[in-house]
């Protein structure tokens, strides 16, 4: 005689043998509609404006758009991938060549020997 299942646990099994997956051509084109962003982040206090910020950005990733969002002392932006090692020397060389045309020489009052 055989046995025949009764109860919940024939549904179950029953419902693990019978998955709903999605076809590899459907499962590609949901990979491929996904946009990944990744958070970046630079800090205000650096001398960097915003406008420098977002040139750059957009010459790095021309078919990204690029909000103004400052948190705090950082100005925060979303990339479709992360920036380099390299990409962060880039900022800060842009930085330093702004610091630079801002800097002054320092003036030291006449001394009371010049007298």
Do not use: C, H
């Not at 045309?101 to 001394?111: I, K, Y």
Request: aromatic residues 10%; charged residues 40%; glycine residues 6%.
């Amino acid at each position: 005689m055989r046995r025949t299942g009764t109860g919940e646990s024939s549904a179950q099994a029953r419902n693990l043998r019978r998955r709903a997956t999605d076809p590899f051509k459907t499962q590609q084109m949901k990979k491929e509609t996904e946009q990944i962003v990744f958070q970046g982040r630079y800090g205000v206090y650096n001398k960097l404006t915003w406008e420098k910020l977002k040139g750059f950005l957009e010459g790095k990733f021309p078919d990204s758009t690029f909000d103004r969002l400052q948190i705090g002392d950082y100005w925060i932006f979303e990339t479709p991938e992360p920036l380099s090692k390299d990409d962060e020397k880039e900022l800060q060389k842009l930085r330093d060549k702004d610091a630079k045309r801002e800097r002054r020489p320092s003036v030291s009052p006449p001394s009371s020997d010049d007298e």
